[in-house]
């Protein structure tokens, strides 16, 4: 019989998740992963999720992070974009 595990992520932890599969998914179709570095390799996944998460967070400001004035002029900016002629 197998074991079960169940796991409570917050959302956060959830997309850090899935980006670091990604990732590992990656290393493993590109032949990178061996019996020997598959903790390394999954660890390496992990490393590499945060920091793009970390480095994603730096550059954009989330809706809750920006004042309503800038919050109004984003809206704005993107009303006119959404308005400009196609090419």
């Not at 959302?11 to 493993?28: G, K, R």
């Not at 954009?60 to 308005?83: F, K, P």
């Amino acid at each position: 019989m197998s074991e079960t595990f169940h796991f409570s992520l917050q959302p956060s932890e959830t997309i850090i998740f899935q980006v670091a599969a990604n990732i590992y998914a990656s290393y493993i179709a590109a032949g990178q992963v061996t019996d020997e570095n598959q903790v390394i390799k999954i660890k390496e996944a992990i490393t590499v999720s945060i920091s793009l998460a970390n480095y994603v967070q730096s550059i954009v400001e989330s809706d809750d992070q920006i004042s309503g004035r800038a919050r109004q002029h984003l809206s704005n900016t993107v009303r006119e974009e959404v308005n400009m002629p196609h090419v």
